[in-house]
């Protein structure tokens, strides 16, 4: 039972590089979050999608891109990393809104981005 | 400008004894709280949650109490065990508005000395 996976888990980038992070839900999930959490800021939320073919802004969404091409995946676009942008990746998934409490958002292990 | 706050990073209980975990919000339109606890090198996991039509809910030994007037909710954990030394998240939301996304605090470690 996989749940979310992301890949990589670990990744270290020059100022400037572009990379992808990849998402993957097996649950059958119509949203998809993607958050970044830093040391005394908690998570924050940076994109989001509510189905497929769908996008939207979060609290951070500056210097990312997403795409939700396919219902299961969702995918997280540095195309000029800076190191302000060095942090834990997570993306969740879920079923509906988070005010469905036996809906609850599910999330990945996370993805450890350093930017040099 | 926070507006879910969880003010003590961190806190230590004996094995057997109550837990409490606080957090403040200051957004009047959050209606919807929830807990998650992650463990290191993990993604959050799911707790518990709580609407604001209701000022208590109970999960086993896990409890949340919701004080609107004071903008403050609480977790309770009874009887505290090792395996809940983790970092717990408080999040809340404001669905009756239309904003379903997540805000969360800062987090508190909370270890549990066996």
């Known amino acids: 039972n996989a749940g979310v996976t992301q890949t990589p888990k670990f990744r270290v980038l020059k100022t400037g590089q572009s990379m992808t992070l990849l998402c993957a839900q097996d649950?059958?999930?119509?949203?998809m979050y993607w958050y970044r959490q830093d040391p005394g800021m908690g998570l924050r939320l940076i994109h989001y999608s509510v189905g497929e073919g769908t996008t939207a802004k979060g609290e951070v969404p500056d210097g990312y891109n997403v795409s939700r091409l396919k219902k299961q995946n969702f995918l997280l676009g540095l195309e000029s990393a800076a190191p302000s942008q060095t942090s834990v990746y997570f993306c969740?998934?879920?079923?509906?809104?988070?005010?469905?409490?036996?809906?609850?958002?599910?999330f990945g292990d996370g993805t450890r981005l350093s930017i040099l | 400008d926070q507006q879910v706050k969880q003010n003590s990073p961190s806190l230590s209980v004996q094995e057997g004894r109550i837990s409490i975990l606080n957090c403040d919000y200051t957004?009047?339109?959050?209606?919807?709280f929830l807990w998650y606890k992650k463990y290191p090198a993990e993604g959050p996991t799911f707790l518990i949650s709580?609407?604001?039509?209701?000022d208590k809910n109970e999960d086993g030994r896990f409890t949340v109490f919701l004080n609107k007037s004071a903008k403050h909710l609480s977790l309770h954990i009874v009887p505290s065990q090792p395996g809940d030394s983790a970092v717990y998240f408080c999040?809340?939301?404001?669905?009756?508005?239309?904003?379903?996304?997540?805000?969360f605090g800062t987090g508190t470690r909370l270890t549990i000395i066996p």
């Open positions: 649950m059958n999930h119509e949203y």
């Open positions: 709580i609407s604001s039509i209701k």
């Open positions: 957004n009047s339109m959050f209606d919807y």
């Open positions: 999040a809340a939301s404001a669905p009756r508005v239309g904003n379903e996304k997540l805000t």
């Open positions: 969740a998934s879920s079923f509906g809104p988070s005010s469905y409490s036996n809906q609850p958002q599910h």
